[in-house]
């Protein structure tokens, strides 16, 4: 059970006048705080002190205000498809500054990166070595790559695992030597950057991160002996981890960061050429500065337990339902907005759904809710929206507000489900 009883003025979550924005944009909403996620790209950038850049996963959440936002306080962004490179060039981040990471890129898509001069495409099998020269040659301009690597070590630190196992990311270590051979043999055509490994996400361990950052340097260092190529770029991935529950549990950059920089530091001086390092964050920049807003429209009591059913559920949330890459389902961080005062109470909060997995809260502990009243399930502000499946079951999806220098605009309408015929 989760004491969620905190008052939300007093709660490190977005603050607002959450009746107001409901009178103007309906619920539920998603209100996201970009100034708080700046706030969080700084205080990465000052544990870092300059040793390596800060990029963005656009994938953790790619409203374009909140892109917009972080255009000049970001090193780059990581994108994962064409979707998310125009999404990014939108909101003004060069293509330069972009790393293009995924395992099933299409041609299209390739294609599409190198016409727009991305900094960084990550390969990830020889086929697409193959194709990305083949392209380069059509159409005339060189493919800036990287090898993303899934090193033979298992980072046991990392909540989700994306490395160190047979998996479809990256290329297994051991056949570095041949994709290496492959990327030189087509250059002039394959401008080669360096390496990039993404072990994992939700590591709370920064002697993991450390691990992970070794192992990857370590790999680097072997690959540009063996094979005589110079990474002047390396990814080193990321992972930071960040818990969405009422504990706020998160990786301590106060203790990595003595721990990495001499790592950083060590590889840089030792390189004889200039080398970019660079982490790709997303849920640690933008979880905490988010929150979802949704009304009560019904209580009722089943077999003793109290259930206050709201109108906005797993459609808009699918990670607060626990459905979005969790092993085991734990509630976010809930507040009950408009009676934070209330007597504790012990209830789940269900969705609008016919799903029995709709639930925004199982067994939470929150000041006694009411029909009508506004919940904040806070810690949303990645793999929110973008992470749900909005058309189930044709409800409007909910407004994305975002605040920006104090005031909050619309970085997405609501939208009804006609609009996607
Ligand atoms: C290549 C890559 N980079 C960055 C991320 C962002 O992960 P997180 O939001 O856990 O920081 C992911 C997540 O899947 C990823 O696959």
Known sequence: MNDNTQDPQTADIPRADWEQLAAQHGTPYFLYDADQVRQRVQAVRNALQGTAQVYYAVKANPNLALLRSLVSHADGVDISSSGELVQAQLAGFDAASMSLAGPAKTSAELEAAIRA?????????????????????????????????????????????????AI?????????PQASARVLALSPWLDFQGLHAYVGSQCFDPAGIVEATRNTLRITRELEQASGLRCSKINLGGGFGVSHGQERRELDLAVLAPALLPLLKAHRDTTPWPCTLIFELGRFLTAQAGIYVTRVVSRKASRGKLFLACDGGLNHHLGAAGTFGATLRSNFALYNLSRPQAPPRVCS???????????????????????????????????????SPILFLGRDTPAELVRTDGAVVVGRRRHTIADFN
């Not at 639930?359 to 399930?377: M, Q, R």
């Open 117 to 165: 001069g991305v900094g960084c495409i990550s390969m990830e099998s020889v086929r697409e070595i193959e194709e990305c020269a083949r392209i380069a040659r059509r159409i005339g301009m060189a493919a800036h790559v990287s090898l993303r690597v899934n090193p033979l070590q298992l980072n046991r630190a990392f909540g989700m695992k994306m490395g160190g196992r």
């Open 168 to 176: 479809q990311f990256g290329i297994d270590e051991e056949e570095l």
């Open 349 to 387: 909060l269900a969705g609008p759904s016919c799903n029995p997995t709709d639930l925004l809260g199982v067994d939470a502990v929150l000041p006694e809710p009411a029909e009508g009243d506004l919940l904040g399930v806070a810690m949303s502000g990645s793999y929110g929206l973008t992470a």
